[in-house]
């Protein structure tokens, strides 16, 4: 896959240290892994959905699961974002980040719950609920609770308002959360941001599936920010030292 030239941004300096851009703060861990084995692609729902998320995007005819994508399969680069459905900067950030993906073809996204402490018990119980979702419906249900939940949800940890429910669930979906089904995948991915030393949300990694090198990034990342976060991977020597802007160990939304 030919990929195109991505215009350096003029905030975005390429030296000891990534550039903070407005209240992005960005922590440079460039990482060699092998490469990608995840899941495929998830397709974005449909046109007839009463949902709003109706990505322009190609999908991939292939049954996705577990970590749940949007975008195009064969897509050069993947966003990973590690979300709390409690968290207010998430929320915010959703629609932000699917219009940047709708717009850019060559990146897709991938959902991994982090369910923060500080939110529970709402956090986990909306996270099992839109995991449910989509193990019953499929990769194009997944993202309609998700978008749901953020239009509804008070946040910080107060849920949504008393007596509401999604109104997609369906009975193999409520069959799903009155099992141990969906806790077993949250927990493996909060496990995977733990080895990651990712404790924040929302917490991005961008990661080159061609090369197979990644770069984690703190915060709801502008688009400007990104294009450039893909430049420099394309360009950088993943062999150089990580520079730390950011506690890793701290725990929360961001920005603060």
């Known amino acids: ?53 109706t990505g322009t995007q190609g ?25 709390d459905l409690e968290c207010p900067f998430c ?19 991938q959902w991994y719950h982090l369910p923060l402490s500080m939110h529970e018990p709402a956090a986990s119980a909306q996270a099992r609920m839109v995991e449910c979702v989509g193990q019953t419906g499929g990769s194009t249900a997944f993202w309609q609770p998700v978008e749901w939940v953020y239009a509804n949800t008070r946040g910080e ?13 369906t009975a193999d979906a409520q069959r799903c959360l009155d099992s141990d ?15 990651q030393r990712i404790a924040v949300t929302p917490t991005l990694r961008l990661q080159d599936n061609q090369s197979g ?4 990034l703190h915060g709801p990342v502008e688009g400007d920010a990104l294009m450039s976060a893909i430049d420099l991977l394309t360009a950088g020597d993943a062999e150089a030292p990580s520079t730390k802007v ?9 920005p603060r």
């Open 1 to 53: 896959m030919r990929v195109p030239a991505f215009a350096r941004s003029r905030r975005f300096v390429v030296a000891a240290s990534l550039a903070t851009v407005g209240t992005l703060v960005l922590v440079a861990s460039l990482q060699k892994h092998g490469p990608s084995s995840e899941m495929p692609v998830a397709e974005p729902p449909n046109a007839e959905s009463p949902s709003m998320l």
């Open 59 to 83: 999908a991939s005819s292939t049954p996705a699961g577990s970590p749940w994508r949007y975008g195009r399969a064969d897509a050069r680069f993947t966003v990973v974002e590690y979300a």
């Open 91 to 109: 929320r915010a950030y959703f629609a932000v980040l699917k219009r940047w993906i709708d717009a850019h073809p060559e990146v897709n996204w």
């Open 157 to 169: 940890g107060q849920g949504l308002p008393e007596g509401l429910r999604y109104p997609g669930l």
């Open 181 to 195: 089904r969906p806790d077993a995948v949250i927990r493996a991915q909060a496990d995977e941001a733990a080895k």
């Open 213 to 216: 090198k990644t770069l984690l």
């Open 246 to 254: 950011m506690p890793a160990d701290a725990a929360g939304d961001i």
